[in-house]
């Protein structure tokens, strides 16, 4: 490393810059050079050489904070996510554990890639789209040819026993009145290929069709989303093929999705910092057992003042440029220039947090799951059904107190708990991102108008839908159309001009997440697919929350709560509980039973360790 510093000395000292964790002041560099001079060191740089190297350093392999001013007013940064994932490829260690296809592992479960959110949901055209076979580049969304004279059209590339399988759509010729001759893609009736079934990829076939008595491979018409249903081909252009076949020029193209996280930081007295949300991610093609080691966990942004979903529009403005123009990095490994393809695998956080995510009211609404439509009924919910208290919302804390005042609800019958217990572990119908966006238009539609603002609140009540995003918008509009002393038409050119100043998407960004609307023109009929990431669905359950800060949290508190009488003797049993062999060091029984309502997931784990 110290080959691209002038002398090894100015390398060591730009190491001991910048260890991790481990940051050295102004003065503390000074008694370094002072200690480096008294052992009779030569050829050292001095501070000020050292700030220039750095500065320089940081301008060739540094990554750059942009500033973005967001849609709701505030100022925030972000990294740059391109040059990050660039960097990853480059770094061996990391480039080496990588996968890039999704592999059907049968009923075994165990990494990112082997799910059915990467083998069958992604979007094809965000996935691994070439596969070399005898020096030819195969790639999705174009024609092959078969060995057994078949034309076929792979859709996406799986590893099955170490072998690369195909999903494929059958192709065959017709005569559509009007259009002519030529190939219909039969998107309903996917098949699966072996790579050793593949014959002639689409530039070979575009050069021998003829002589093979085959139609012309260019010549798409329309792809049959059913038995004679057919909608016009817009997938790709024919002529040109996969648009990653041009932009890669020749060089391998491979997929990166990620893990986005986003967590916050309570800001109450026993915090040191205020507030604030923090956005993260992962590589999704690593080992989970490399995921989530402190250096393949990679920062994006943070803010106290700026919501998440502020902050999440600056991250989706350059993911979808990178998914539009691919992102260039050195690939350690093949010791080549590839083109990589970011896409978001999932949404990760805590329960709160990713009800946000889906655009969801949170769990104190009636309608308190964001993944179905199962109901419930919350005593003293409020009109919107929004969480009116912070417990259970902080990352590592309870509630605030075990001996707060609650107030009294109805008494249940067990008739009323058998019902609900019955109604929460049916399958319900699940929510799905169409219809959470026809809402949102809705409730916008309703809170933009003058007198709309009760029914809009009723409207997310009713849905269990909130864009807290969108509710910016609407809020500042309802301010207007509530000023009083000006006539109607006045509130109405005032919330039109008002209106001309919000931005083009004024939902959430996560709607936009590999945000594609494909509108096909149709043949016989239109047909409109939604393509993109479903908050609904792509949240994943964060066990921390749900077992640890959720169930093991609530029965200690409770469980405390109910045994006052007998605090002492607890204390005593938890102090001299043998945890040998279970890697925590000796349970603080007063602690945990003292402040049973402010304890750490890490605490709520040993208590789960110790129960009986």
Excluded at 77 to 93: L, R, V
Excluded at 526 to 555: A, M, N, R, S, W
């Amino acid at each position: 490393m110290h080959q691209i510093f002038n002398i090894r000395q100015t390398c060591v000292l730009d190491i001991l810059r910048h260890i991790p964790r481990c940051a050295f002041s102004r003065k503390q560099n000074t008694a370094i050079h002072w200690a480096m001079l008294a052992l009779d060191v030569e050829h050292l740089p001095s501070d000020r050489t050292m700030d220039d190297i750095d500065r320089e350093m940081q301008r060739m392999c540094g990554i750059q904070s942009i500033r973005y001013e967001g849609k709701l007013g505030h100022v925030y940064y972000g990294n740059d996510f391109p040059a990050i994932i660039a960097q990853e490829m480059s770094n061996i260690s990391v480039r080496s554990h990588l996968k890039f296809l999704p592999e059907d592992s049968g009923v075994r479960l165990s990494q990112a890639n082997q799910a059915e959110r990467w083998l069958k949901e992604l979007d094809p055209d965000l996935l691994t789209p070439i596969h070399q076979v005898a020096g030819q580049d195969f790639f999705t969304l174009e024609p092959a040819l078969l060995k057994d004279k078949r034309v076929c059209m792979p859709s996406r590339w799986f590893v099955r026993d170490k072998k690369v399988f195909a999903k494929a759509w059958p192709m065959k010729v017709e005569n559509i009145e009007g259009y002519g001759n030529g190939w219909t893609v039969q998107t309903f009736a996917e098949i699966e290929i072996s790579d050793s079934d593949l014959l002639l990829a689409f530039k070979q076939l575009q050069a021998s069709y003829s002589s093979l008595n085959l139609m012309d491979p260019c010549a798409i018409l329309a792809e049959e989303v059913s038995e004679n249903e057919l909608v016009a081909w817009e997938k790709t252009k024919p002529s040109d093929g996969n648009r990653w076949r041009n932009k890669s020029q020749g060089k391998r193209v491979l997929a990166f999705p990620i893990w986005l996280y986003c967590d916050d930081t309570s800001g109450n007295l026993s915090k040191k910092w205020n507030k604030h949300n923090s956005f993260l991610f992962t590589a999704a093609g690593l080992p989970r057992h490399l995921a989530n080691k402190e250096s393949n966990i990679h920062f994006f942004s943070t803010s106290n003042i700026a919501p998440p979903l502020e902050m999440m529009d600056g991250f989706v403005e350059q993911l979808l440029q990178a998914q539009e123009t691919g992102v260039w990095a050195w690939d350690s490994k093949l010791q080549d220039i590839v083109l990589l393809i970011p896409s978001v695998l999932a949404l990760c956080g805590d329960n709160p947090m990713q009800s946000e995510f889906a655009c969801h009211i949170g769990f104190r609404g009636r309608l308190f799951c964001r993944n179905c439509w199962v109901s419930g009924k919350v005593e003293g919910q409020n009109d919107e059904g929004a969480n009116t208290q912070k417990d259970g919302n902080d990352s590592d804390t309870s509630v605030t107190s075990v001996s707060g005042k609650k107030s009294k609800k109805a008494v249940e019958s067990m008739k009323d708990m058998v019902t609900r217990i019955s109604d929460f572990m049916k399958v319900w119908k699940p929510r799905k991102r169409e219809e959470t966006c026809a809402e949102l238009k809705s409730q916008f539609d309703e809170g933009s108008r003058i007198g709309g603002g009760s029914q809009f609140r009723r409207m997310k009540t009713e849905s269990g839908i909130k864009d807290t995003y969108q509710g910016e918008f609407i809020e500042r509009i309802q301010t207007l159309a509530k000023k009083k002393g000006i006539s109607k038409s006045q509130k109405e050119r005032a919330i039109a001009e008002l209106m001309r100043s919000f931005p083009r998407d004024t939902t959430s960004p996560v709607w936009r997440i590999k945000g594609k609307k494909y509108v096909f023109t149709s043949l016989f009929k239109i047909l409109t697919v939604l393509l993109g990431l479903d908050p609904h669905q792509d949240t994943p359950v964060e066990i921390l929350h749900v077992i640890l800060l959720g169930v093991v949290k609530y029965y200690w508190r409770d469980a405390v709560e109910r045994t006052k009488k007998d605090h002492n003797v607890l204390i005593g049993r938890l102090s001299s509980f043998n945890t040998w062999g279970m890697d925590l060091s000796p349970l603080q029984g007063k602690t945990l039973v003292t402040y049973a309502g402010s304890l750490t997931g890490r605490d709520f784990r040993a208590v789960a360790q110790a129960a009986p």
